[in-house]
T-cell receptor, first 111, second 113 residues
Framework: KQEVTQIPAALSVPEGENLVLNCSFT??????LQWFRQDPGKGLTSLLL?????REQTSGRLNASLDKSSGRSTLYIAASQPGDSATYLC??????????FGGGTRVLVKP | DAGVIQSPRHEVTEMGQEVTLRCKPI?????LFWYRQTMMRGLELLIY????????DSGMPEDRFSAKMPNASFSTLKIQPSEPRDSAVYFC???????????FGSGTRLTVV
């Protein structure tokens, strides 16, 4: 059974610092990995999708890497801003057409 | 594209009542998923449909839960009878095909008192 873990569960940084969010998964036989953002009381917004054949994806200040063999992905957010405060969720899509989520990392960027 | 549309946004009901949550996936997306989110358990997959056919309902917690997808543009998740422990945010998501990312709706926050 696929298990996805996100560490740390919470992170607080001053504005301007780079954010590093970690995601690990137990079964490396994945099709792709998707990072989401969730604001309090809101739905999930897709940030980046990395196919299993890719090593990384970039969008603006966001960069996500994928190391399938070691079962790890990292989301980097450069030059953090207070508006980046949210919960970030990692999810892997594997056999059985299932998307399995990690528990999320709650990020607070202090002005 | 209006995205995945869920209704209602909020639902408060009394224990024992029937609750019906609704979802309209993105046009052209052939897979639809129902998830439940709680503080204790995070996001859990309840059931998913492919081309309107239920494929895996192993995540449905009990027989009180049922889901239907009568056509490609509409799905319902029903809880009958509802219990306080069903209180959660229920998300619907859709996807056009394998290898493509998921799009989530804004969710329905259900409170059973």
């Amino acid at each position: 059974k696929q298990e996805v873990t996100q560490i740390p569960a919470a992170l607080s940084v001053p504005e301007g610092e780079n954010l590093v969010l970690n995601c690990s998964f137990t079964d490396s036989a994945i099709y792709n990995l998707q990072w989401f953002r969730q604001d309090p009381g809101k739905g999930l917004t897709s940030l980046l999708l990395i196919q299993s054949s890719q090593r990384e994806q970039t969008s603006g200040r966001l960069n996500a890497s994928l190391d399938k063999s070691s079962g790890r992905s990292t989301l980097y957010i450069a030059a953090s801003q207070p508006g980046d405060s949210a919960t970030y969720l990692c999810a892997v899509y594997a056999a059985g057409n299932k998307l399995t989520f990690g528990g999320g990392t709650r990020v607070l960027v202090k002005p | 594209d209006a995205g995945v549309i869920q209704s209602p946004r909020h639902e408060v009901t009394e224990m024992g009542q029937e609750v019906t949550l609704r979802c309209k996936p993105i046009s052209g997306h052939n897979s639809l998923f129902w998830y439940r989110q709680t503080m204790m358990r995070g996001l859990e997959l309840l059931i998913y449909f492919n081309n309107n056919v239920p494929i895996d309902d192993s995540g449905m917690p009990e027989d009180r839960f049922s889901a239907k997808m009568p056509n490609a543009s509409f799905s319902t998740l029903k809880i009958q009878p509802s219990e306080p422990r069903d209180s959660a945010v229920y998300f619907c998501a859709s996807r056009p095909g394998t290898g493509v990312g998921y799009t989530f709706g804004s969710g329905t926050r259900l409170t059973v008192v």
